[in-house]
């Protein structure tokens, strides 16, 4: 690995306010060229890009992400989909009988999903575009599929929106390694691990502010009572499971 490259690894962001710079076609083209030459189980390649450039259907995307801006302010957005729709059919016309409609099938293809939307983040900031990851798509997943025309047996997995940084945020806060990494076997954690784990993270000033605007007492209760509450987390996650069983992904 290049030095440039491993700096670009170590220094990302999160960028959501983009210029109105274009991006060109080739460099858009080696951006989805670098996710398809991403390791995937098989070789089978079981996922699909939604390249999104029209302003009328980010417009209507962007509805479907909660209203977030930089779905319809990116020039490119990427809707990533779980999809065994194609190798399925390749199977058919190759009279093999298919059988990746199940739960094991749906989360490896999840996970060549996830891959590959990795390696075509890291192509675009080696180019210098920047990128957003947007969670929001498993929560409306089947309406951004009606949107997409997705066919059976293709799910929504992530959404990149892609764009020439008009702002570059700072770097964002990071637990240490060790609270993340385990040698030979998992070792779990004590409560004065915890302690000491998330001391630093805790004390950092964008953190104390995102607790104060939240108007909660503490970071954990900013995730469980504000960011993912119980009550939505149940909520869609049982929509996403039962567009799974809709799409016989499961």
């Keep these: 690995m290049s030095k440039e490259m491993l700096d670009t690894l170590l220094s990302r962001r999160t960028v959501r306010e983009y210029t109105d710079r274009k991006i060109e076609k080739e460099d858009l083209d080696k951006i989805l060229e670098a996710g398809m030459r991403a390791s995937n189980c098989g070789n089978m390649q079981l996922y699909s890009t939604?390249?999104?450039?029209?302003?009328e259907n980010k417009d209507a995307l962007c509805k479907l992400h909660f209203g977030q801006p930089m779905v319809k302010n990116a020039d490119v957005v990427l809707t990533v989909c779980a999809d065994v729709n194609r190798f399925h059919k390749y199977c058919e016309i190759r009279?093999?009988?298919p059988s990746y409609n199940n739960f094991l099938w749906f989360q490896v293809s999840t996970i060549d999903a996830t891959i590959c939307s990795q390696a075509m983040v890291t192509a675009a900031e080696t180019l210098g575009i920047g990128a957003c990851y947007l969670g929001t798509v498993t929560y409306m997943a089947k309406p951004i599929a009606e949107l997409l025309n997705l066919p059976?047996?293709?799910v929504p997995v992530t959404t990149i929106t892609l764009g020439y940084p008009a702002t570059m945020p700072e770097l964002t806060e990071r637990l240490p390694?060790?609270?993340v990494v385990?040698?030979?076997q998992y070792q779990d954690y004590t409560s004065e691990d915890l302690e000491r784990l998330y001391e630093d993270f805790e004390k950092l000033p964008q953190i104390q502010k995102y607790i104060k605007e939240s108007k909660q007492e503490n970071l954990a209760k900013v995730f469980t009572e504000v960011r993912y509450p119980e009550k939505d987390s149940l909520t869609f996650s049982k929509a996403y499971m039962d567009f799974?069983?809709?799409q016989d992904m499961m």
């Design 152 to 154: 059976k047996h293709v």
């Design 50 to 55: 939604i390249v999104t450039r029209k302003q």
């Design 182 to 184: 385990h040698d030979e």
């Design 244 to 246: 799974a069983k809709e």
């Design 95 to 97: 009279n093999a009988k």
């Design 177 to 179: 390694l060790e609270a």
